[in-house]
């Protein structure tokens, strides 16, 4: 079992910053996935980023490269998302994910992964 608890979400105006967290605790394989979605009201969950819990290899949405980074620190158990020049469209809860281990193919759908954190909201003010 793993477990995930995000932090960092917030109000932010238009081509701000924020820089969500995610602890993870339990049994973290080497060969897991961790990864970031998000999703809008009315709207399916949509990938965001992921990261190789050993090796570090970062893998990004469409809609974020460039603009967001996806980090890890093993020795806290903690991945982060550095979000900069946030745009209205950036709204969404954002949740963070967790797999023992993934086919690169497969890390994109969020029915991969068997462990979730609550999700925190992200604003971005126009």
């Known amino acids: 079992q793993v477990q995930l608890v995000e932090s960092g979400g917030g109000l932010v105006q238009t081509g701000g910053s924020l820089r969500l967290s995610c602890v993870a605790s339990?049994?973290?394989?080497?060969?897991?996935?961790m990864a970031w979605f998000r999703q809008a009201p009315g709207k399916e969950r949509e990938f965001v980023a992921a990261i190789l819990w050993s090796g570090g290899n970062t893998y990004y949405g469409d809609s974020v490269k460039g603009r967001f980074t996806i980090s890890k620190n093993n020795a806290k158990n903690t991945v982060y998302l550095q979000m900069s020049s946030l745009k209205p469209d950036d709204t969404a809860v954002y949740y963070c994910?967790?797999?023992?281990?993934?086919?690169?193919?497969?890390?994109?759908?969020?029915?991969?992964?068997?462990?979730w954190g609550q999700g925190t909201q992200v604003t971005v003010s126009s």
């Open positions: 994910a967790a797999n023992p281990v993934l086919p690169l193919g497969t890390m994109m759908r969020p029915t991969s992964y068997a462990y």
């Open positions: 339990g049994r973290i394989f080497s060969s897991s996935v």
